[in-house]
C-alpha cells in the first residue's frame, strides 16, 4: 500500500516532491514512506492539511551549499563541495550530523535531514533537525590534509551554526579529529569558546561520555523493548550486524552484554562468521583503533571465525538482524533470507538501511521491524544530553548518561507502539507508530506558530 491509494492529496504532494527535487530518489523514497503512513492521522486531524503542514514540512527551511578550496600535502589546490540542509526548527535549534565521503550529494543530505527531523521529535527533546557533508574522503588523507580542509570548510559553514541555531554533529567519515578541527577553527573564527556549537567532541574539552557508543548501546535498548513486549529477551539469541563502524561495534558489546551472541558482522570487504560470538575487544582494536578489515579480525582470531569475501551477512541464520551500515543496503532478496532464517526482529542501526521491498517483505514474514528514525536514535539523545552539560558547563558519569539513554530509548519505544495502535494500526507497527508520532509533534509545533 502508498499514500496515494488512501488519500489523492498526498499522491499529489509526493509527485510535488519528486518534481521539485529531480534525482534525488532517497529524498523521494524517505518522503514517501512518511506519507504511506498519516492518513489515519490526517483523518482525524483536518487542521494540519488545512494549514498545509505536510507541504512546508517536505520542504527544507533552508539549503546552503559551497566550495571548499584546501591545499593537499603536495601543494595542490583541491576543490570539494559542502553543503548544509537545516530542514525545520520548529521544536529547537537545527540538530543532525556532518557526513565526509566522496557519494555525499545534496539529496543525500535532504533524505538524512527529514528523517533526523522526525527522529529529533521522537526523543522529546528540544531539537529541530538538520544535517550536512562534503564530498570529501578522509580515508588515507594525513592529519594535515584533514585540518586543512575542515577549517576551510568551516570558515563557511561558522556563519549558519550556533549553539542556539544550529548545531552539527559527526557522523560516517567525521569522528573526533573531524570535530576537534572544525571546533579549534569555529573558535578561532568567532573568538568564543562555545563548546554547544558542536557534540561528538573529546571528553577532555566537553565532550559527553558514552557518545561514541550511544547509537550502537541504544539500538540494542530499543530491541530490548521490542522483544520484551512480547514476552522475550535477549538472553541467548542469536544476532547478525551490517557494519563495523562504530555503531556496529558498539552494538556488538552491548548485545554481548545483554547475554546474545553475535555471530556475524560485515565491512566493505565481506563479512566474517563466528559461530562462538564475535570479540568485541579483538574487533573493536581491528575496526576501530586500527583501521583494519574483517579479513583480518578472522585471521587474529581463534576458533572457527570465517571471512567470506564480498558478501552480505544476511544468509547467516539468526534471530536479530541489525544493518547497521548504509542506506538501502539490505533489499528484497536479503529480507527473503532473513524471514527464511527465522528472525524475530529486524532493527535499523544506519538510516534507511533497508529498501521498501526488503520492509514489505519482513512484514509479510511476521518479522517484528523497527525503522531508523525510532531504533538508532541513540546518538543524537546523547548529542542532546552533550548540549544540556555544554550549556550548564558540567558533566555526567558515563553511567548516569547510559541510564538516561536507556530509559530515553525506553520511552521512545512505548510511544512508538502507543501511537500506532491509537491510529488503528497493530502495536508492532513501529514504522506507522514512529512516522505519526514523529509528525505528530513537529507538525503541532509548526501550527501553533504559525506559517513561519
Known amino acids: ?148 580542509f575542515c577549517q576551510s570548510l568551516m570558515s563557511e559553514l561558522y556563519r549558519h551554526i550556533g549553539p542556539d541555531t544550529d548545531v552539527p554533529a559527526g557522523d560516517a567519515g567525521v569522528s573526533e579529529r573531524e570535530i576537534g578541527y572544525l571546533f579549534g577553527q569555529y573558535r578561532r573564527l568567532t573568538g568564543t569558546y562555545a563548546a554547544g556549537v558542536l557534540s561528538g567532541k573529546s571528553t577532555d574539552w566537553g565532550g559527553a561520555l558514552v557518545r561514541d557508543e550511544a547509537t550502537g548501546y541504544g539500538l540494542i535498548y530499543f530491541v530490548r523493548e521490542m522483544l520484551a513486549a512480547e514476552g522475550s529477551d535477549l538472553d541467548g539469541l542469536d544476532v547478525v550486524i551490517s557494519g563495523a563502524g562504530s555503531v556496529a561495534v558498539y552494538a556488538v558489546e552491548q548485545a554481548n552484554k545483554l547475554g546474545a551472541t553475535v555471530v556475524a558482522c560485515s565491512d566493505s570487504s565481506g563479512y566474517v562468521h563466528d559461530p562462538a560470538g564475535i570479540d568485541f575487544d579483538l574487533l573493536k582494536r581491528v575496526k576501530l583503533d586500527e583501521g583494519g578489515s574483517l579479513a583480518d579480525y578472522a585471521s587474529e582470531r581463534d576458533g572457527d571465525a570465517t571471512h567470506h569475501a564480498d558478501e552480505k551477512p544476511w544468509s547467516v541464520k539468526c534471530d536479530v538482524a541489525l544493518p547497521c551500515a548504509t542506506q538501502n543496503e539490505l533489499d528484497e532478496e536479503d529480507a527473503r533470507a532473513i524471514v527464511d532464517g527465522g528472525a524475530l526482529v529486524v532493527a535499523e542501526g544506519a538510516n534507511m538501511p533497508c529498501t521498501p521491498e526488503a520492509v514489505r517483505v519482513l512484514n509479510d514474514g511476521n518479522v517484528l521491524f523497527a525503522p531508523g528514525k525510532a531504533s538508532n536514535a541513540g546518538g543524537v539523545v546523547v548529542s542532546a544530553y552533550e548540549m544540556e552539560q555544554n550549556a550548564t558547563k558540567n558533566s555526567w558519569s558515563a553511567q548516569t548518561t547510559d541510564d538516561r539513554l536507556w530509559e530515553r530509548m525506553r520511552k521512545i519505544h512505548d510511544e512508538v507502539r502507543e501511537t500506532a495502535a491509537e491510529f488503528g494500526k497493530s502495536q508492532t507497527d513501529y514504522s506507522a507508530g514512529a512516522n505519526v508520532a514523529g509528525f505528530r509533534r513537529v507538525a503541532a509545533a509548526m501550527l501553533a506558530q504559525g506559517v513561519v
Open 1 to 148: 500500500m502508498n499514500a496515494a491509494a488512501t488519500h489523492p492529496d498526498l499522491e499529489a504532494l509526493l509527485e510535488q516532491v519528486k518534481e521539485r527535487n529531480p534525482c534525488e530518489p532517497d529524498f523521494h523514497q524517505a518522503v514517501a514512506g512518511v506519507l504511506d503512513s498519516l492518513p489515519p492521522f490526517l483523518k482525524l486531524n483536518p487542521e494540519f492539511s488545512e494549514a498545509r503542514i505536510l507541504e512546508r514540512l517536505v520542504e527544507p527551511e533552508r539549503q546552503i551549499i559551497f566550495r571548499v578550496p584546501w591545499v593537499d600535502d603536495e601543494g595542490i589546490v583541491q576543490v570539494q563541495r559542502a553543503m548544509r540542509v537545516e530542514f525545520n526548527s520548529a521544536l529547537g535549534p537545527y540538530k543532525g550530523g556532518l557526513r565526509f565521503s566522496p557519494s555525499v550529494s545534496l539529496g543525500t543530505v535532504k533524505f538524512l535531514g527529514f528523517e533526523q527531523t522526525l527522529k529529533n521529535a521522537l526523543t522529546g527533546l528540544a531539537l529541530g533537525g538538520g544535517k550536512g557533508g562534503a564530498d570529501f574522503n578522509p580515508k588515507g588523507r594525513s592529519d594535515g590534509e584533514v585540518m586543512r
